[in-house]
């Protein structure tokens, strides 16, 4: 069993027991300043801007499966797990040591591959979706073209990877449209599944209820 039982007290659970209402939302963090926290990621696509040096800058640098981005001149740089401020000084550096005096570089993520959530279950158009910026849960429903006519939109289960496992909490899409409930955020790479029925079949048996998780997800088991 891949969650740590805390001093031997856990209850095997099925998906029903994901925490719901007031407990599911105080597992929610405050919501991150946009772009400030991304890390690059390899088949991320970058702009690299060296000022007054256009023979050197790229448009369209994809992050090889290494971490790298390969530049005129200086070759592979790492850049996969930096910010882009990070890998801006990485890459000026890098001129400045043989090349270049004092280079002044900007680089811009234009497509983070590492920013995307799955929509699975009873949603119209299932799949990975990459997003920009902030998302709710009800917007992220609206990328996969919404709920089927057969959806279970009060059980909506959101799983979220925290301090390594993987753990899910239940929220009511219905009560969300109507303003009943808060539209939580839906942060990358998270896992949204629509529909219990589904959401059973995909997450694939039980779930194990941690005691110092009762206020928030609940973990699954056999995650490693």
């Known amino acids: 069993m891949a969650v740590l039982l805390l001093g031997g007290l856990a209850a095997c ?14 597992i929610m963090p405050p919501p991150p300043a946009v772009g400030l926290d991304y890390r690059i990621a390899p088949d991320d696509v970058l702009r690299i801007q060296v000022y007054h040096e256009p ?15 390969r530049m005129p001149l200086i070759g592979a740089v790492p850049v996969a797990g930096l910010s882009a ?5 990485v890459v000026a550096g890098r001129l400045g040591e043989r090349y270049l005096v ?7 993520v234009k497509t983070a591959v590492g920013r995307r959530i799955t929509l699975d279950g ?20 609206a990328l996969a073209k919404g709920p089927t006519r057969l959806a279970a939109t009060d059980q909506v289960v959101v799983v979220r990877r925290m301090d390594g496992q993987r753990q899910a909490a239940m929220f009511d ?9 808060p539209d939580p955020e ?4 998270d896992q949204l599944i629509v529909g219990l029925s589904r959401a059973k079949a995909i997450l694939g048996g039980a779930l194990v209820a941690v005691p110092a998780l009762a206020a928030g997800f609940i973990a699954l088991d056999g995650d490693n």
Do not use: H, N
């Open 173 to 181: 899409l219905g009560a969300i449209r109507k303003g009943a409930a």
């Open 102 to 108: 004092s280079p002044q570089v900007s680089l811009f």
């Open 55 to 69: 023979d050197l800058s790229l448009e369209d640098a994809r992050v090889d499966a290494q971490g790298m981005v």
């Open 186 to 189: 839906i942060l990358p790479g």
């Open 122 to 141: 009873e949603v119209r158009e299932p799949g990975l979706y990459p997003i920009e910026g902030r998302l709710t849960l009800s917007q992220a429903v």
């Open 85 to 89: 401020s990070e890998a801006a000084d």
């Open 13 to 26: 659970t099925t998906v029903e027991d994901a925490p719901r209402g007031e407990q599911a939302y105080a």
